[in-house]
């Protein structure tokens, strides 16, 4: 599955870019008066091969969750438990993702890849994949929680392909059920220590550089934090082109999930908007699987977590909304939709100046 995704995967379409800029060209306004709004158009016409591009109307947010054993190493003050406890918050509807889910009428899939303690019962299951009423579970739990990435490799390579496989087959069911583009969330107590390690092993940044303070710890834990991440990529040495075997060392399940589901949708000419820290992690592990993957990639909104803007800097993405978030959840991916959907429509629905009868300069 993993080879024939990648194989699937093309570069952005050179002559329905070029459309899109010629005909920014000839819209009721000043030329590049929209500023990075007409580049986004600009690559998303070449993502579909169209131009106009299809207007994003159905928008799914898929949430990974999973535990994590570097958790032992003292990296979060919050418990363990507290992951598969903000499930059941997802699913009973009365999380900030649900909140910004339901303003944008996205659905909310939550996929459990790797969570350590028994999850709360669900609400009844959703009418359909994409009901926008009623968050849905999957349950593709891989292992209970990784390794503690200190001691040994979080994951097997077989462990962390499962994962991968995961996120893509997610993303083929929603793209399947009709999802016009795909939003990343994520759950797990102490994952922000992995995605430093991945974000560090991918674009060679500095421990200190890539490692922020997650759900908020003081100074001494964050000092340890760093530790924590450098003995890491000391112990591992993790390879940048080996995508799978850096998820496996140092990353966790619901990064490799992200990564595939990333993989998913680029073969699929699907955009995915991304979220913050855990889920650029995850892309830049995408990235290193198949570089074109990022014509797919948005970068909803530029996390306060440090490594984030390492990352978006390697990937040559700029976010679209800058608020000081550090939640998750896939909360600022959906502050951002607005945005990606109203760079689209003006393709669609701003009128050319021969069209309006409006004189040009």
């Not at 299951?125 to 009623?134: F, K, R, T, Y």
């Not at 073969?267 to 993957?293: E, H």
């Not at 993405?317 to 991916?333: F, K, N, S, V, Y």
């Amino acid at each position: 599955m993993l080879e024939t995704t990648i194989a699937a995967i093309r570069p952005a379409d050179d002559a329905a870019m070029a459309a899109a800029r010629e005909l920014h060209g000839r819209l009721t306004k000043p030329a590049g008066s929209l500023g990075a709004l007409e580049e986004l158009s600009v690559r998303l016409a070449g993502l579909a091969g169209a131009c106009p591009p299809p207007l994003p109307k159905r928008a799914a947010v898929a949430i990974f969750a999973g535990d994590h054993g570097v958790h032992a190493q003292g990296v979060s003050p919050w418990p363990q438990e507290v992951t598969g406890q903000m499930i059941g918050n997802f699913l009973a509807g009365g999380a900030v993702v649900n909140a910004f889910a339901r303003q944008a009428g996205a659905s909310v899939t939550v996929v459990d890849v790797g969570v350590a303690t028994p999850l709360p019962a669900g609400p009844p299951a959703a009418a359909s994949v994409l009901d926008p009423a009623v968050p849905r579970l999957v349950v593709a739990s891989v292992r209970r929680g990784t390794r503690d990435l200190t001691v040994t490799a979080a994951l097997t390579r077989d462990e962390a392909l499962a994962a991968v496989r995961t996120g893509i087959r997610i993303a083929d069911e929603l793209i399947d059920s009709g999802a016009d583009i795909l939003l990343t969330g994520d759950m797990g107590i102490g994952n922000t220590t992995p995605a430093a390690t991945l974000i560090a092993a991918f674009t060679g940044a500095d421990p200190l550089d890539a490692t922020g303070r997650g759900t908020g710890i003081d100074d001494p834990t964050y000092a340890h934090k760093v530790a924590v991440v450098r003995a890491a990529l000391t112990r591992h040495a993790p390879d940048p082109t080996d995508p799978l075997g850096v998820l496996a060392a140092v990353g966790g399940l619901e990064h490799a999930a992200l990564a595939g589901l990333i993989l998913g949708a680029a073969a699929r000419r699907t955009p995915v908007l991304l979220d913050g820290v855990i889920a650029v992690s995850a892309a830049l592990a995408a990235a290193a699987f198949a570089p074109d993957a990022v014509c797919a990639m948005v970068a909803g909104h530029r996390s306060a977590e440090p490594g984030a803007t390492a990352a978006l800097r390697h990937l040559g993405l700029d976010p679209l909304i800058d608020l000081g978030l550090r939640l998750g959840e896939g909360t600022g991916a959906l502050l951002a939709l607005p945005v990606v959907t109203g760079a689209v429509r003006v393709l669609h629905e701003v009128a050319t100046f021969d069209a309006a009868g409006v004189a040009e300069k």
